[in-house]
């Protein structure tokens, strides 16, 4: 067990236009809007367990998952950070599905729905979008309440 909690989140983009998001029907962010993801499990790549938990949670399969940016979370009452690692997919199989996890929905560039999501997500989308590649640090009271934060853009 390391210091900090591994996590994936996979975030389809269509034509550089459009993204897939899923309604997050139980667990952790429970009733927001996310990208698919979860724990990596022992013994699974980074990207092996984003690539199985797109799938099990959105029923996509893509042969190329392109590392975005790590991003650190910090919650209060979380006994270790959270070290998420986010992906970009735009080649993929198969037709977006409802999931016991998620309601997937077709989201515009300019049309995300960042009321209804992590407060981090309208910080660092935008450098997503763009096509940069990031990395960020979180801190978070009481589960929801964003108090700061570091961003930068990083080189490839
Ligand atoms: P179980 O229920 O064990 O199958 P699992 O699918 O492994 O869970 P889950 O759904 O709890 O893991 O993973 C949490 C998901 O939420 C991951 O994709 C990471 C994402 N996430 C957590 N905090 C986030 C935050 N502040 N901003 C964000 N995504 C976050 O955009
Ligand atoms: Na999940
Ligand atoms: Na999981």
Known sequence: DGEVKLLTLVIPVEDDKRVLLGLKKRGFGEGYYNGFGGKVEPGESVSEAAARELEEES???SPKLD???VLTFHYDDKPKPLEIHVFRVSEYEGVPAETEEMRPEWFAFDEIPFQ????DDALWYPLFLSGKTFEGEFYFENTHDLK???LRETTT
């Not at 209804?116 to 407060?119: E, L, S």
């Open 148 to 150: 700061r934060h570091e």
């Open 67 to 69: 590392k975005r940016g």
């Open 59 to 61: 029923e996509l399969r």
């Open 116 to 119: 209804k999501m992590w407060a």
